[in-house]
Every structure is written in structure tokens, then in C-alpha cells.
């Protein structure tokens, strides 16, 4: 069982993954200049909900089943998009998908506490990330961009708020089997801390693209490393900089893998993560009509997930 730092550290990663390479446009095409405001509220929400649910004791078995393979459809997904597209161009999609899996199987088969250990490793590299980032960026940013406040309707207000609930709570989800005799302050520091960083991202893309520019990008937050210099003459150090999102994916990859090999018989665990690489290669792979729908409509799914974990009744066999 894994202790309550890596619990925190895993929750931390957990929190901001489903927001890398989509999650961030899509909200800010709705919400607008509300972005900032809507990331708050959507913290508060989550961190609500996440206390019913740690009151609740556990999740279903068949819950955490479908939630890790949501995350994992659009995991696959953003990582063959982030290295295809932005980090290894000739380097064919379905290889960069095998290697990731790979890896991913291999720590399957290890303890959770493992993968916890991993995690606090990978540390030091969030931390210089968020501070050296916003220290370089500072100087880049225009708070005329986020005027005028209140710019969309009430109705994409709430679907914001939602939004950002439902992509931050759903993966800390998988973690609750595992709390142990954890408190409820140790659980939910770890989304907290996830979200704080989720609203610096959001605050430097606002107020250094604006919301009309930021909303038809793939990645707004990549954009944003690329603006990253040091002392004047140091950039282009968004390749090594884009690695703590690589580690969310990986970190989030485990956790995913380790949950289905958990839950289900070898032949299913293995049939469900063929069908994965299919479906990404044959559906989603440079078809930009189908990761559109994804990108769009997924995001719902992830709140009628967190909203069954409310009300569905616990497997009897929960840890």
C-alpha cells in the first residue's frame, strides 16, 4: 500500500492529466475570458465531491474499470499527439504507441508502492517546471486579456465549471481503493495541489494568448513554453520543459493498468488493451473529425462517471 506522500504525489499527477493537450482549449472556448474564474469554482466543486466520495469508502470494481479506460483512450490519444506531432515527427504513430504500452505493462505487474516511488522520483521535475516557468514568463504577461469579465452565458459558465470538475476528480477516482486509513485533508491535498498548478497554466495562457487565440490551439500550454527564455539568449527548452507532462502520462498510464490488471482476468486485461491500440490507430490516428468528437463530448462522459461513483453501492471485494 502506498504511503500518504506518494498518495499526494500521485494525486498531484492524476489531477492534471486529462487537461494536456485539448482540456485547456476546450474550456477556454467556452468559458472565454471566465477561464480563470471557472477553474476556481471547478476546484471547489471537485474538492466537495471528492469528500463525498472519501466518505463513501471505495469505488465500484466495474466504476474503475470504466474509468480507466476512459483515461486511457484519451491518454493514448494525447501521447501519440504530443511526441508525433511536437517531439519525434518521423517516428511512426503505432511504434510511439507499442514502446508507451510496453512500458506501461511492465509496471502493471510491480506493486502500487513502485509506482508511488516513481512518482516521488519525478518530483524535482514538476518543481523546477513551476518555478522556472512562471519566472521566465512573467514579463509576457497582459492582464488586458482577460477583460472584459462575464463574457459568455450562464449556461457555458456552469458547463466550464463542470468541465473542469469532471476532467480534474475523475482520475483521483482510481486512487480511493488504495487511501487506506488515510484523512480526508491527506486525500484532498493532493487534488488541491494538482488544480493550484492547473490555474498557474491557465492564468499564463490567458494572459499571454487571450482567450479568441488560446481556444483554437491543440496545446496552448506547449505554446507557452515556447516563449520560455533565460538570461536573454537560452530558449527553445520547451522539448526537455514538455517532459513533466510526458511523466502525468506515464504516471497516469500506471495507475490505469494497474487498476485493470487488479480488476480483470489476464484475457481481458490483454483484449482490452488491444482494442485500445486498434481503436487509437485505426479511429483516432490523423483523424481529426473523430479526436474532434472525443475532444468535445468526452469531457461529459467523465462527470456521468464521477456522478455514478456518488450513487452506485461499493464492491463487496473493495480494498
Known amino acids: ?20 493537450g485539448g482540456g485547456f482549449s476546450l474550456l477556454i472556448d467556452i468559458s472565454k475570458n471566465n477561464f480563470l474564474f471557472v477553474c476556481l469554482l471547478g476546484t471547489l466543486l471537485g474538492y466537495f465531491l471528492l469528500y463525498l466520495i ?23 490519444l494525447v501521447n501519440n499527439t504530443l511526441t508525433g506531432t511536437y517531439l519525434l515527427l518521423n517516428t511512426p504513430a503505432l511504434f510511439i ?37 512562471p519566472i521566465a514568463l512573467m514579463s509576457l504577461v497582459k492582464f488586458d486579456n482577460m477583460l472584459p469579465f462575464f463574457d459568455t452565458s450562464i449556461i457555458d ?17 482510481l486512487l480511493i481503493n488504495y487511501k487506506d486509513k488515510l484523512k480526508f485533508k491527506d486525500v484532498g491535498l493532493g487534488y488541491l495541489l494538482g488544480c493550484i498548478g492547473l490555474l498557474i497554466i491557465a492564468f499564463f495562457i490567458l494572459n499571454i494568448y487571450g482567450s479568441q487565440f488560446a481556444s483554437i490551439v491543440r496545446f496552448p500550454e506547449y505554446l507557452i513554453l515556447k516563449k520560455i527564455q533565460f538570461l536573454g539568449y537560452i530558449s527553445n527548452v520547451e522539448n526537455i520543459l514538455v517532459m ?13 493498468f494497474k487498476v485493470l490488471k487488479e480488476n480483470l482476468n489476464i484475457y ?19 483523424n481529426y473529425v473523430n479526436v474532434l468528437i472525443i475532444k468535445n463530448y468526452f469531457y461529459y462522459f467523465y462527470i456521468f462517471l464521477i456522478l455514478c461513483c456518488l450513487v452506485t453501492k461499493k464492491s463487496k471485494n473493495s480494498n
Open 268 to 286: 481481458l486485461f490483454s483484449t482490452i488493451i488491444i482494442l485500445l491500440i486498434l481503436f487509437n490507430e485505426l479511429f483516432l490516428n490523423k
Open 157 to 173: 459558465f456552469l458547463r466550464g465549471i463542470l468541465l473542469f470538475t469532471g476532467a480534474s476528480l475523475l482520475p483521483n477516482l
Open 1 to 20: 500500500m502506498i504511503n500518504k506522500r506518494q498518495y499526494i504525489i500521485l494525486s498531484f499527477f492524476l489531477t492534471r492529466v486529462l487537461f494536456i
Open 97 to 133: 504507441m507499442l514502446m508507451f504500452v510496453v512500458v506501461l505493462l511492465y509496471g502493471s505487474f510491480k506493486e502500487l508502492k513502485i509506482i508511488g516511488r516513481v512518482s516521488e522520483i519525478c518530483v524535482p521535475c514538476s518543481i523546477f517546471v513551476f518555478i522556472m516557468g
Open 244 to 256: 513533466e507532462w510526458i511523466i502525468n502520462i506515464v504516471i497516469s498510464g500506471l495507475i490505469c
Open 54 to 76: 472519501y466518505k463513501k469508502g471505495s469505488i465500484n470494481k466495474l466504476l474503475c474499470i470504466l474509468i480507466s479506460i476512459s483515461i486511457l483512450l484519451l491518454n493514448f
